[in-house]
């Protein structure tokens, strides 16, 4: 008995472990193969709640993890690329898209799993091309999601005749609630809904469990796995927080509504499992498809609603950063190539206002060390990228039709300024990254460092900021100024490192410290560079 015990228990764990690293390579797999297209989908198609639900379903059956699709989506809202209605019915997407994971283990192909892991491992280790090594992973974990349940499986078989798990389950049939206390805590240990969900099958199949047990755990497995949202909104904006607590609201309403429907929605599976011939696998996977696709079409009416209750239970101000352009109308570059370049620049110094406030940020950063800091100094770094992105493609369009030489020339300009924008952005990232570096390892610099460092980055903000002044009022005087005090910058790199280098000399400076401050200074020193390129577009190109 003792070692059917280690058998069951050894069976079981390693079939799970097996389960889920085969969930994860599907999903890193299939989500190498779409490449960008995971973000393009919930960047392009989240325009109203229906197409972000869409977006929801489409992006978690190619991640095959609908927390997955949730932390990405609380992500986008924290980066400001996402409002909360968005996420609100890309969240209820990932919930219905993450039942297809059941309807694949639904179709019992568990006697092929190991040949198609050998089909993976060829495709892995045989080719060199990348397309073909992301499918063969995709590949290998079907296999093994397959292989892992069907060590569970043998693994749960002995439980039925087991008498204190046969008394849970009817406990679980007379107490629904029980059932999804226990769904709950199945996914907050194991973290993955489909795998909760892989071993409800197993046991329903082997007859260890009855429908009347199981489908109270598939609501039990549906608020467990809000805990991946949760756990990526610590610490994150206050809208990536509600985005995070709409789901925990739209599951536990979900399970509610069903609670109460419980008899109702039995029979009805009951129905779907005679009249379709469900095998038992095939019964839970309906159960659940059901389940998810109903509450979404129950609550989907209330996104408003819901996004209205988490505002008031999550108060604060939502710092968001508006990462779209907003003088960018295809219909200027119809109409007149010279005012579509007009609203170009427009949209480059409100880039440029950006890359400032991103300055300022990361100077608050590197003075107080709060996070806060940091997250809107990288969220600005994120609308930068894509404004650039915008911007650019907005005036190769503008290309594409007939100009006059002078707006050739301005054209060219406002190409080169984009870009010099956008690398500002780059290096600020940079110097974030040298502070985080700093807090997690400890390393200290000397207070006549922080004071150098304070003085340069002042200089640096204001030298941006009065590059983008001059471009917007075409300033000549200005961009001078820009020029005098981008020399001072080079003139105070160049101190400064000497001062270092006596500090280090002097034992008063770490080694470690030295690298970190002399980065730092040599990325606003290229920012100095980049504020000067703006100034000279100005003197010379007359932008």
Known sequence: ??????????????????????????????????????????????????????????VTILIQSSSGTTVLTVAFVNAGFMSLRQAIGVIMGANIGTTVTAFIIGFDIGEYSLPIMAIGSFMLFFFDKEKVNALGQAVFGFGSLFFGLDLMSSAMKPLSGLDAFHELTLDMSTNPILGVVIGTVLTLVVQSSSATIGILQGLYGEGAMSLQAAVPVLFGDNI??????????????VAAKRAAFTHIIFNLLGAAIFLILLTPFIGFVEYLQTQLNLNPQMTIAFAHGSFNIINTVIQFPFIGLLAWIVVKMIPGEEVMVEYKPQHLDPIFIQQSSTVALAQAKSEIIRMGEYAVQGLEETNQYITTENPKHSELAIQIEGALNNLDRAITDYLVTIAGRTMSEADSSKHTALMDTVRDVERIGDHFENIIELVDYKISNKILLTEDAHEDLTTMFDLTIATVAQAVKALETMDREEAMVVIQKEDQIDKMERAYRKKHIIRMNESRCTGSAGIVFVDMLSNLERIGDHAVNIAEEVLGKKA
């Not at 991946?228 to 994150?236: F, P, R, S, V, W």
């Open 1 to 58: 008995m003792e070692l059917d015990i280690q058998t069951l228990i050894f069976n079981f764990v390693g079939g799970l472990g097996i389960f889920l690293l085969g969930i994860k390579y599907m999903g890193d797999g299939l989500q190498k193969t779409a490449g960008d297209r995971l973000r393009d989908i919930l960047d392009k198609f989240t325009s109203n709640p229906f197409l972000g639900v869409l977006s929801g379903i489409i």
């Open 224 to 237: 467990g796995t809000t805990i991946t949202a949760i756990l990526a909104a610590l610490g994150a904006s």
